[in-house]
């Protein structure tokens, strides 16, 4: 990759035909910074944005935002006006209409100037669509019913012996562009593959694996497009979005690449090298404003089948501890990532943003405006207000990065982090590298004054008191005295018998996503990621991970609700099964989600 561009200056208008979407300043401060102290350059876009388009941001029917489109050409198919509109209006129409049903529209305003004899409406109407095909091609390669619907429209003009009007609208150019868009096919669950294991890892240092997983990062980064960001919001999830899956599966990928690297080592010793290591790793990603992989790096250092490891944390320096714990805070979902916004508004130049955050961002704007006014005019604010968004987005991707790549050692890194571990592998690794019981449990530790791993009759009768059952343990070891193992067994066989009576035992857990940071109340590991951190309890507000809540021992101890008083730790958020479901109502609860937008 070549070293760090400037940023653009925005282009100059051109003397005749189309021009690209306006490019703001990469350097200004996104409009979402919690405490802006003057405003953004993204901000002053959209205002003059804003004015350039009059009266219709207050509203417009959408006969006079296509009709408008139209009347931005002139005679000889010259811009006679801004593009702004025409940009807005082509890439994020698909909110009120599918492209299809809009090219349909203008076929019939085609019809009716026929009909009329207004030859220079026609033809105005035929630069509208060959602006439309030039400038958002992709959406002819992507939609079967743009193209047959397309394809209706080349049939009438050929019929009517119009041939300045088919060389207007000929699509042919499309198919002689460079396809350089890959596909992702989705990996089967079923699919056997081997496990690759990193021999990058030992070799680089540091500085030279964060830069060549920043280099995987923007590869990925840069493939979504506007089109992606509209399907992403037109479809409200990223299924049947390729480009968007491959980012999430990279970054989920690094995560777990992480967590396996650190567990392949037999010590702890040699554990926490690798924990140190990814640390550095981390902090070089922090200073090339890689914020979507850092987040994964330590993310998977804070996972819990990394953070229950005691024996594994006991050799990593405090210093060590203290940069993690700036880390976390910086990437904190607290008061709406307001660290992270902080520290992303500050960047300038290159920076890759965290995807998941932003994209929560647009899908809240999305629910939280509507699509038409009280009057039934299309809400264009809305429109504008999107595209600005996503726009800001997209300029990120004409900013190279600052470093070089060695593209054998990319494809080696691509072939490490292609794992097909699920969660389940990762935490029987987790446990065989120190195994649950390795330190008595807190409860147990009370009673075990000499730490011989044993307590007596009578203490555990002071414990189980404490339960609303009882029954006979087996003491198979020592009589009289009973082990870690033979309580833990208690715990789990009362949970199942209480769970086949239909007692208060068991827990009502149900996936949630939560706006403070927050910790397993089972493995005291932190509840990372961006939606669906874990499981809370609807009965008693335990929090733990989708490993634990089936692990969990203690007993459910319901409350009197209270939708007012949340948790400590959490906001109290209506569970979502994906990102898809996130909707404004969801994220504007709590922590008033577009708080300082």
């Not at 390729?242 to 992480?258: D, F, H, K, Y």
């Not at 990319?410 to 330190?439: F, G, K, M, Q």
């Amino acid at each position: 990759m070549g070293t760090l561009g400037k940023a653009r200056e925005a282009p100059r208008k051109p003397s005749h035909g189309c021009r690209a979407a306006p490019k703001a300043r990469l350097e200004a401060k996104p409009t979402n910074s919690p405490f802006p102290s003057h405003p953004s350059l993204a901000q002053i876009t959209q205002f003059r944005m804003m004015v350039s388009l009059g009266h219709l941001t207050k509203g417009a029917s959408l006969d006079d935002l296509i009709d408008s489109c139209i009347q931005s050409f002139d005679a000889d198919g010259n811009l006679c006006r801004s593009n702004q509109l025409l940009q807005v209006m082509l890439t994020m129409h698909r909110i009120i209409i599918s492209s299809a049903d809009l090219l349909q529209k203008v076929i019939t305003l085609y019809k009716d100037a026929l009909a009329k004899n207004s030859p220079g409406l026609c033809l105005k109407i035929c630069y509208f669509v060959r602006y439309w095909i030039t400038e958002f091609w992709v959406m002819f390669k992507m939609d079967s019913s743009l193209t047959d619907t397309m394809e209706e429209f080349q049939e009438l003009v050929k019929a009517k012996g119009e041939e300045l009007h088919c060389r207007l609208i000929d699509t042919t150019q499309i198919n002689a562009r460079d396809w350089s868009r890959k596909l992702t096919q989705r990996i089967k669950s079923n699919t056997s593959k081997k496990r690759k294991v990193s021999l990058l890892f030992d070799h680089l240092e540091p500085e030279e694996l964060s830069e060549h997983l920043t280099y995987l990062e923007f590869k990925s980064f840069r493939r979504i497009s506007f089109s992606d960001y509209q399907n992403y919001l037109v479809n409200s999830c990223v299924k049947e979005n390729p480009t968007m899956e491959r980012s999430i599966a990279l970054c989920n990928g690094i995560s777990q690449w992480v967590q396996l690297m650190v567990l392949s080592r037999p010590t702890p010793q040699l554990r926490a090298e690798v924990f140190i290591k990814f640390i550095r790793v981390a902090q070089k990603l922090h200073q090339l404003q890689n914020f979507n992989t850092l987040m994964a790096v330590i993310g998977g250092l804070c996972h819990s089948s990394i953070s229950r490891l005691k024996e594994t944390s006991s050799h990593v320096p405090h210093e060590i501890n203290k940069v993690l714990g700036e880390m976390t805070e910086l990437l904190s979902s607290c008061r709406n990532y307001d660290n992270y916004r902080r520290a992303y508004g500050e960047c300038t130049h290159f920076k890759i943003p965290i995807l998941g955050v932003h994209l929560k961002d647009l899908i809240s704007l999305y629910e939280a405006m509507p699509d038409y006014l009280e009057d039934g005019k299309v809400n264009v604010h809305k429109l504008l207000a999107l595209y600005n968004h996503i726009n800001e987005l997209v300029q990120l991707q004409e900013v190279a990065p600052p470093l070089e790549a060695n593209k054998d050692l990319v494809h080696l890194l691509t072939l490490s982090l292609d794992l097909y571990y699920t969660e389940d592998e990762i935490y029987e690794l987790s446990y065989a590298r120190e195994p649950r019981n390795h330190r008595a449990p807190s409860v147990f530790k009370n009673y075990d004054h000499d730490q011989d791993g044993y307590i007596s009759q009578e203490e555990f009768e002071k414990i189980a008191a404490s339960f609303p059952f009882s029954f006979c343990v087996m003491d198979k070891d020592r009589e009289g005295l009973i082990s870690r193992d033979e309580i833990t067994a208690y715990f789990m066989r009362a949970s199942s018998i209480y769970s086949k009576l239909g007692l208060g035992f068991p827990h009502n857990f149900q996936e949630t996503t939560y706006l403070k940071p927050t910790f397993c109340d089972n493995c005291a590991g932190f509840l990372w990621g961006v939606i669906k951190q874990g499981y809370r309890c609807k009965d008693c507000g335990m929090n733990c991970h989708k490993q634990c809540k089936d692990l969990v021992v203690f007993e459910c101890k319901k409350r009197a609700k209270n939708p007012t008083a949340p948790t400590e730790n959490s906001t109290s958020v209506e569970p979502v099964s994906n990102l898809c479901s996130l909707g404004a109502k969801d994220l504007l609860h709590g922590n008033k989600y577009l708080e300082g937008r």
